[in-house]
């Protein structure tokens, strides 16, 4: 799990033992589908009170590894200082790929401007850090991702085509397409 590791320290905030915390505690990053599941193993989702029509979301529900979420949290609180790479940030990057540092300044640039967003909605500050510790979660896997299943990041990059920002691309699997030739066979069969 080294070069996951090594891989999560480009991140701003996220020196060795808070890699290490991270990795140790929850294990293959990589197995969660998305980062919403991870966030989820976290504790870093809202909890929800639902009845009805009535949807009431609070804070945090902090019933997921608890180790991780404060190494999180304290990793987020980097998130106030504007984008940029120092020089001990830029000699942790040096051996890794163009596509971790990539995720690494987006992550930067992201969880910044969050930051003065809410900071101008005047919301408190342990929300702010919350939030941020929740979508800081989300690089983390993709980071751990790239490093360790970059074709799990591939899918979700199609999702969207070309000159359409958000709109999805759908593609049934080869053995689900449908042909008069398998309806054929199906009928002779059944």
């Not at 070069?3 to 060795?16: Q, T």
């Not at 990589?30 to 639902?50: A, H, I, K, N, Q």
């Not at 992550?107 to 101008?120: D, E, I, M, N, Y």
């Given at each position: 799990m080294e070069p996951v590791v090594r891989a999560l320290m480009c991140l701003r905030g996220?020196?060795?033992?808070?890699?290490?915390?991270?990795?140790?505690?929850?294990?293959?990053?990589?197995?969660?589908?998305?980062?919403?599941?991870?966030?989820?193993?976290?504790?870093?989702?809202?909890?929800?009170?639902?009845?009805?029509?009535?949807?009431?979301?609070?804070?945090?529900?902090?019933?997921?590894?608890?180790?991780?979420?404060?190494?999180?949290?304290?990793?987020?609180?980097?998130?106030?200082?504007?984008?940029?790479?120092?020089?001990?940030?830029?000699?942790?990057?040096?051996?890794?790929?163009?596509?971790?540092?990539?995720?690494?300044?987006?992550?930067?640039?992201?969880?910044?401007?969050?930051?003065?967003?809410?900071?101008?909605?005047?919301?408190?500050?342990?929300?702010?850090?919350?939030?941020?510790?929740?979508?800081?979660?989300?690089?983390?896997?993709?980071?751990?991702?790239?490093?360790?299943?970059?074709?799990?990041?591939?899918?979700?990059?199609?999702?969207?085509?070309?000159?359409?920002?958000?709109?999805?691309?759908?593609?049934?699997?080869?053995?689900?397409?449908?042909?008069?030739?398998?309806?054929?066979?199906?009928?002779?069969?059944?």
């Amino acid at each position: 799990m080294e070069p996951v590791v090594r891989a999560l320290m480009c991140l701003r905030g996220v020196n060795v033992l808070t890699a290490m915390i991270l990795i140790a505690e929850a294990g293959d990053l990589t197995r969660f589908d998305s980062p919403v599941p991870l966030m989820s193993y976290f504790g870093l989702t809202s909890c929800e009170s639902s009845t009805g029509d009535k949807r009431v979301q609070g804070g945090i529900t902090k019933c997921g590894n608890g180790a991780c979420r404060r190494a999180l949290v304290e990793a987020a609180q980097h998130c106030r200082l504007s984008p940029r790479v120092g020089p001990w940030l830029q000699k942790r990057q040096e051996k890794q790929t163009q596509e971790v540092r990539a995720i690494a300044f987006k992550a930067q640039q992201r969880l910044h401007a969050r930051h003065k967003v809410l900071t101008a909605h005047r919301k408190k500050g342990c929300v702010i850090v919350a939030a941020l510790a929740r979508e800081l979660c989300g690089f983390v896997w993709a980071i751990a991702c790239q490093v360790s299943a970059p074709e799990k990041l591939k899918p979700r990059a199609a999702k969207t085509a070309p000159g359409q920002p958000g709109a999805r691309v759908y593609a049934l699997k080869p053995e689900k397409k449908f042909t008069p030739a398998t309806a054929k066979q199906k009928e002779q069969a059944g």
